[in-house]
């Protein structure tokens, strides 16, 4: 029997091996390549862990949502993101950015501005509930999903709504925030931030503890964009559970932008167990477009001294727009978003990395083949290029992101949540 058993066992082996070369040696043509790409983005749930929305509809008026012909127009042809688009590209679950500018640190009213855009999201999905959802947790994603709703989760970036009262991370639990980004462009009583030179606490402060303690006990993802090193280290050292980087991407392209983070902090946070969502912006991903902005931006201001003019100057549009004609700004493109994922990939591994695009908040520097919601395919594509598996593609889409958003529920004994419709 044994040696009828081994010849069979042998021959099975190499028809295996024969059947994968065989697969393998005839490579996918560019239509397949895009026809599988499409055919993902809409089998899988896509989240993108930020989308400034809210802010630029609070800006252009809430009336600016309309509805077409049966279609749900968010300014059609104007920002990043609106309903055909986003089910063109099969985006599902957009965190919508509830974004608080640094100046209410100062001025107060932060939280009632974090209110304010709260109920912009939730007119949205109130006005069109066959078309957009709540949501609340994964859970809430997935049924939306099989009901071919958009959802519309929310983290709040920069946490300044708190205003120093605890409560309010409960407060704005209850009202559907799901993310928090402890600060933005100043440092707060939270966090110092990335973008301010003056390290109030030398990282997290005092109440930015606490703060994160809060978050952990609620519910609450901490996102750790936006923040300092010093601060992201701090976070380490209090939190309980995995956190996020919802809108960041890889230092080692911009080696002296620490908005984005280095490849220590990615090992940090691979060990945490949480997700770094890389951004789409072009100064976010490739140093040249970060020195053609600032070469740009000097020769302007010269330009337009010489002309005894300033850029707030109704009479300097004109001179505005024949500049960046004549001097545009250099666009990355999808590879290069390819090759921050790559990046983290070969760094910590495929559980670690995710997508924050950063649509609506990085105006005119998204790159080629990545202009807006109804571009994913694009990217989805490029990575079947470089041999992601479906798995790995699926992972990068939403199971990285779903696995820390369910173990903070988790940790908070909220597994089961669900926010209401």
């Known amino acids: 029997m044994k040696k009828i058993v081994l010849p069979l066992i042998l021959a099975l082996a190499i028809f295996s091996c024969k059947s994968n070369k065989d697969e393998t040696s005839t490579p996918m043509t560019e239509e397949d390549i895009m026809r599988k790409a499409d055919s993902l983005a809409q089998a899988f749930i896509i989240t993108d862990g930020h989308v400034d929305l809210p802010y630029r509809l609070m800006n252009n008026g809430i009336s600016r949502i309309n509805q077409q012909n049966g279609n749900v127009v968010i300014d059609a042809g104007e920002g990043d993101f609106d309903y055909e688009r986003a089910k063109k590209g099969g985006l599902d679950a957009p965190f919508m950015s509830i974004y608080i500018p640094s100046e209410y640190q100062e001025t107060g009213g932060a939280k009632a501005v974090a209110d304010s855009l709260i109920d912009l999201v939730a007119s949205i999905y109130q006005t069109y509930p066959d078309k957009f959802a709540a949501a609340g947790s994964p859970h809430d994603v997935e049924r939306n999903f099989e009901e071919g709703k958009i959802s519309l989760p929310m983290g709040m970036e920069n946490a300044a709504p708190i205003e120093g009262d605890l409560s309010n991370v409960k407060y704005f639990f209850d009202r559907g925030i799901r993310y928090m980004t402890l600060t933005h462009g100043q440092d707060n009583e939270i966090s110092d931030s990335s973008y301010d030179t003056t390290a109030t606490h030398g990282g997290l402060g005092d109440f930015g503890r606490k703060a994160v303690e809060e978050m952990n006990r609620v519910g609450i993802m901490v996102d750790v964009s936006h923040i300092s090193d010093s601060a992201f280290y701090d976070v380490m050292e209090v939190t309980k ?4 980087a919802s809108h960041s991407s890889v230092r080692k392209f911009t080696p002296d932008f620490e908005r984005n983070m280095s ?4 090992k940090a946070l691979a060990e945490n167990g949480g997700v770094i969502q890389i951004n789409f912006g072009s100064d976010f991903l490739a140093a040249e477009s970060q020195e053609r902005k600032n070469e740009n931006r000097e020769k302007l201001r010269l330009e337009l001294e010489a002309q005894n003019i300033t850029e707030e ?9 024949k500049f960046n004609a004549e001097n545009p700004y250099l666009y990355s493109d999808v590879a290069k978003v390819a090759d921050h994922i790559n990046h983290v990939v070969e760094l910590v591994g495929i559980d670690y990395v995710g997508l924050g695009s950063d649509y609506d908040g990085v105006g005119d520097t998204l790159p080629e083949g990545l202009k807006d919601v109804s571009d994913f395919p694009n ?11 479906d798995e790995d593609i699926a992972k990068i889409c939403y199971k990285n992101v779903f696995r820390v958003w369910n173990a903070v529920l988790d940790h908070a004994g909220n597994s089961a949540d669900t926010f209401p419709r």
């Open 313 to 321: 100057d109704t009479a300097a549009q004109a001179a505005i727009e």
């Open 241 to 244: 559970v995995p956190v996020i």
């Open 263 to 266: 490849d220590e902090l990615i």
């Open 379 to 389: 990217l989805i594509a490029e990575l079947i290029r470089r041999g992601y598996t």
